[in-house]
């Protein structure tokens, strides 16, 4: 059983950054943040190779995010810098189905989920 759990949302003002944290317990592998917006689907943020570190990012974070991994902690991060209105969202972290090809953006590649952890970014 994979249990994941984020934290370290909040309200911040454009401009600012946040940290957020995914806790893993279980099996590791591949790992994936997405947020969702008010009224919007599920989208992409960003992925990384468990092994190796390799990372992917959706366009409109591409140099403001930077989603890392400490195995010792079994923890996965997305900081976020320049935040700003548009990225306000629930943010999720996800851990990829094994055999499904990376990097994928797409929801149904990945098989457990968070709870969730709310950004609100203000102007």
């Known amino acids: 059983q994979v249990q994941l759990v984020e934290s370290g949302g909040g309200l911040v003002q454009a401009g600012g950054s946040l940290r957020l944290s995914c806790a893993v317990s279980?099996?590791?592998?591949?790992f994936g943040w997405f947020r969702q917006g008010p009224g919007k689907e599920r989208e992409f943020v960003a992925t990384i190779k468990w092994s190796g570190s390799s990372t992917y990012y959706a366009d409109s974070v591409k140099g403001r995010f930077t989603i890392s991994r400490d195995t010792a902690k079994n923890t996965v991060y997305l900081q976020m810098n320049s935040l700003k209105p548009e990225d306000t969202a629930v943010y999720y972290c996800a851990r990829q189905s094994p055999g499904s090809n990376w990097p994928s953006s797409s929801v149904s590649a990945y098989t457990y989920w968070g709870q969730g952890t709310q950004v609100t970014v203000s102007s």
């Open positions: 279980g099996r590791t592998y591949n």
